[in-house]
């Protein structure tokens, strides 16, 4: 029998693979069979005579070979046959025609072939460690999972599972204030999972909005069960987000539930999220009721869509406009991510309506041309217009300093003042 010496290290080595990756006992077997084979072929030329024992258990394995007994000097495949007095050697009763199965001694085809045997050995195994973890993770992408930080670099995080395996957290994918110490457990979502040239990488994320979805399936147990659907999320990470939730249970308060007394219920995402303020409203298939809703705190005074460009107008009263802003411009920018609209809010003025406009180009002599193209390209064609418009819209949107657009709407003002 040849036993494991034969070969030193490489059922050691496949053992304690099997111990860290849950390799299953029959792929192990299967490995190293066709492990063995393969190096058998390339020596005799064909493996299909040979019969080769794994036991993993035992940490051994024995090889025989199979040959037909022929009359001396008729041996025309040696590989295959025996002549009748060598296999009298073996066993005296032997007679032509019938089989020998004789053990055969690994360790002496060379140091070449059990060189062979490892390096084939080393590649079934990375081969088989690679299908493992893409088979382990191809199906959730979207759920979260938690891995320990092992290494930070400066553009992703190396994380790594309960088995080991590695999972890569990009810094493009981390929220702002993410700030993780080794050994520190990190919950993320299953992003993508690339398997270019069979070398599977998964990809983590914390910033997509199917991570705030998957958290507010764990802590909400509504959701969890069907009985309140997320219809739509909007997320600026680390800042603020917005999501619109419905049920179709009348009993059942939508945003109610996703908040919890107190807020109980969303504080554990708040603070997963470091602090991320989160917005639930209650969807509706009414777009203008949507926007509106979006734009809380806020109060609408009317709204005007297009559908087809995906434009929404909105008139409020001038103490509004910056609460549909937002600090930041955050919740106009969440309210167009919601409501998939691009939304551009104006003031309501009593008695501007009456007065008569001015073309922006009439301002050419105090106003510089670039200045007037860059408020133009917004859809403002004229005075009212633009003074109707947010200060902080004018400022983000047409992309000029704070005193550009200071001087813009003094020069405006002082128009229709002097009137």
Same mark, same amino acid.
């Given at each position: 029998?040849?036993?494991? =010496?034969?070969?030193?290290?490489?059922?050691?080595?496949?053992? /304690?693979?099997?111990?860290?990756?849950? @390799?299953?006992?029959?792929?192990?077997?299967? %490995?190293?069979?066709?492990?063995?084979? $393969?190096? @058998?072929?390339?020596?005799?030329?064909? *493996?299909?005579?040979?019969?080769?024992?794994?036991?993993p258990d035992k940490g051994d394995f024995e090889i025989y070979r199979n040959? =037909?007994?022929v009359a001396d000097g008729e041996v025309t495949d040696s590989n295959r046959?025996?002549?009748?007095?060598? #296999?009298q050697k073996i066993e005296p009763d032997y007679e032509v025609g019938e089989e020998v199965s004789e053990t055969i001694d690994f360790a002496s085809f060379? !140091?070449?072939?059990?060189?062979?045997l490892r390096q084939t050995l080393a590649s079934k195994i990375l081969e088989l460690e690679?299908?493992?973890? &893409? $088979?382990? &993770?191809?199906? !959730?992408?979207?759920?979260? %999972?938690?891995?320990?930080? &092992?290494?930070?670099?400066?553009?992703?995080?190396?994380?790594?599972?309960d088995e080991g395996n590695e999972l890569l957290l990009p810094k493009t994918q981390q929220i702002p204030r993410d700030f993780f110490h080794k050994g520190e457990t990190v919950r993320a979502v299953v992003d993508r999972v690339d398997n270019t040239n069979g070398n599977p990488k998964i990809y983590l994320s914390r910033t997509s909005n199917e991570f705030l979805r998957r958290l507010l399936e764990a802590e909400i147990p509504e959701i969890n069960d069907g009985l309140i659907t997320v219809r739509a999320i909007a997320r600026i990470p680390g800042e603020r987000a917005k999501i619109a939730v419905e049920s179709y249970d009348e009993r059942i308060d939508p945003v109610g539930a996703c908040v919890g007394i107190k807020g109980g219920r969303i504080h554990g995402i708040v603070r997963e999220l470091h602090n991320e303020s989160i917005d639930v409203i209650n969807y509706t298939s009414k =777009?203008?009721?949507? @926007?509106?809703?979006a734009l809380a705190p806020a109060q609408i005074l009317s709204i005007n869509l297009n559908e087809e460009t995906r434009k929404a107008e909105v008139y409020l009263r001038p103490d509004q406009v910056s609460l549909a802003i937002g600090k930041g411009g955050l919740n106009i920018k969440l309210a167009c991510k919601l409501t998939n609209y691009t939304i551009d809010v104006y003031r309501?003025?009593?008695?501007?309506? $009456?007065?008569?406009?001015? &073309?922006?180009?009439?301002? #050419?002599?105090e106003i510089d041309q670039w200045?007037?193209?860059?408020?133009?390209?917004?859809?403002?064609?004229?005075?009212?217009?633009?003074?109707? #418009?947010?200060?902080?819209?004018? @400022?983000?949107?047409?992309?000029?300093?704070?005193?550009?657009?200071?001087?813009?709407?003094?020069?405006?003002?002082? /128009?229709? /003042? *002097?009137?």
């Open positions: 029998m040849a036993k494991k =010496e034969q070969a030193p290290g490489l059922i050691e080595t496949f053992a /304690e693979f099997k111990e860290t990756k849950n @390799i299953d006992r029959t792929t192990m077997v299967g %490995v190293l069979e066709e492990s063995f084979r $393969n190096v @058998i072929a390339k020596i005799f030329g064909s *493996d299909e005579n040979f019969d080769v024992i794994v036991n040959r =037909e007994v046959q025996i002549a009748l007095s060598e #296999a060379g !140091r070449r072939a059990i060189l062979t690679h299908d493992s973890l &893409y $088979n382990k &993770y191809k199906d !959730r992408v979207g759920e979260i %999972v938690s891995g320990e930080v &092992y290494q930070t670099w400066k553009h992703e995080t190396l994380l790594m599972d =777009e203008s009721l949507l @926007i509106q809703r309501e003025v009593e008695g501007e309506d $009456n007065k008569d406009d001015i &073309y922006l180009d009439e301002f #050419a002599d200045v007037i193209d860059a408020i133009k390209n917004l859809g403002f064609t004229t005075a009212l217009e633009v003074l109707k #418009a947010p200060r902080e819209m004018l @400022i983000e949107k047409a992309d000029l300093e704070e005193d550009t657009v200071d001087d813009v709407i003094r020069i405006l003002k002082s /128009e229709f /003042e *002097d009137e």
